[in-house]
């Protein structure tokens, strides 16, 4: 199977009897590369698993469009699967590139973790304990304390997904934004959040780590007993995601602004 000038082409599927399945169907009908081999890819399951595919193309620093088609529930990243027409759809695709999140936690311990997200970074209350955070923009404290069930930063990606759940705003794919959007404030009470250039680093400072810890999550990926976390936008690492023209991942946030 190839695009434009015969790009290697390989296929993933996440464990599911379903996408397992639609992976066997293509095999059927088309020939396709090892992932290490190719230089496009077809990822077939559900949101989450799209997300996994593309941060193992992170951790192995390299990275190539993906072509993704729905076998699992949501799909909101996904394109419809088909098995017919595949090589002419990848190859009128429309090319969407997302810069994850980077996020450079320290631990109370003193360990520094660096991950990346696609849709959110989260700080989370790891006990029944509020958290106490102190949030500042580049190098600037803008909240002196928040006192809250946590608080995230969204990409436009993932505007609709955990950040949506917490009254953040959907935000339109290029607007060079990201969502900061606090979970269940408790203090200050009317703050609902506030949009940040993408240029600008996000710090988070845990004000009682101790007696009230806190775990960061950069999508799926879990530190907990946080300190400091640092969250910057990593244009330089964008990812290319390819759509179905008439189905694109602009239009798609675009509509769920108008959702009821």
């Known amino acids: 199977m190839t695009q434009n000038a015969d790009k290697p082409t390989a296929v993933v599927a996440s464990p599911s009897p379903h996408a397992q399945a639609a992976a066997a169907l293509l095999f059927e009908q088309y020939d396709f590369q090892p992932v290490e081999e190719a230089e496009q890819v077809i990822a077939l399951g559900g949101d989450g698993f799209l997300l996994q595919t593309l941060h193992d193309m992170l951790d192995r620093g390299r990275v190539c469009p993906v072509f993704g088609m729905n076998r699992g529930t949501v799909g909101f990243l996904m394109n419809e699967f088909r098995v017919e027409g595949l090589r002419e759809r990848v190859n009128g695709a429309k090319q969407f590139r997302m810069a994850p999140l980077r996020m450079e936690a320290v631990t109370v311990s003193g360990e520094t973790v660096v991950s990346h997200a696609i849709n959110?970074?989260?700080?989370?209350?790891?006990?029944?304990?509020?958290?106490?955070?102190?949030?500042?923009?580049?190098?600037?404290?803008?909240?002196?304390?928040?006192?809250?069930?946590?608080?995230?930063?969204?990409?436009?990606?993932?505007?609709?997904?955990?950040?949506?759940?917490?009254?953040?705003?959907?935000?339109p794919f290029g607007s060079k934004l990201v969502a900061l959007t606090p979970i269940s404030?408790?203090?200050?009470?009317?703050?609902?959040?506030?949009?940040?250039?993408?240029?600008?680093?996000?710090?988070?400072?845990?004000?009682?780590?101790?007696?009230?810890?806190?775990?960061?999550?950069?999508?799926?990926?879990?530190?907990?007993?946080?300190?400091?976390?640092?969250?910057?936008?990593?244009?330089?690492?964008?990812?290319?995601?390819?759509?179905?023209?008439?189905?694109?991942?602009?239009?798609?946030?675009?509509?769920?602004?108008?959702?009821?």
Do not use: M
């Not at 810890?213 to 995601?241: F, G, H, K, N």
């Open 185 to 260: 404030p408790f203090r200050p009470r009317r703050w609902r959040g506030a949009l940040i250039p993408d240029d600008l680093h996000i710090g988070f400072r845990v004000l009682d780590p101790i007696k009230r810890p806190i775990s960061a999550v950069a999508d799926q990926r879990e530190v907990r007993d946080v300190a400091t976390v640092e969250v910057r936008v990593e244009r330089e690492r964008a990812l290319p995601l390819l759509f179905d023209p008439w189905h694109a991942l602009d239009e798609r946030i675009a509509t769920e602004q108008f959702a009821v």
């Open 120 to 171: 959110e970074v989260s700080l989370l209350r790891e006990t029944r304990q509020s958290a106490w955070i102190e949030v500042s923009v580049n190098g600037r404290v803008v909240l002196p304390e928040l006192v809250c069930d946590g608080i995230l930063v969204a990409t436009p990606a993932g505007s609709t997904a955990y950040n949506l759940s917490a009254q953040g705003p959907i935000l």
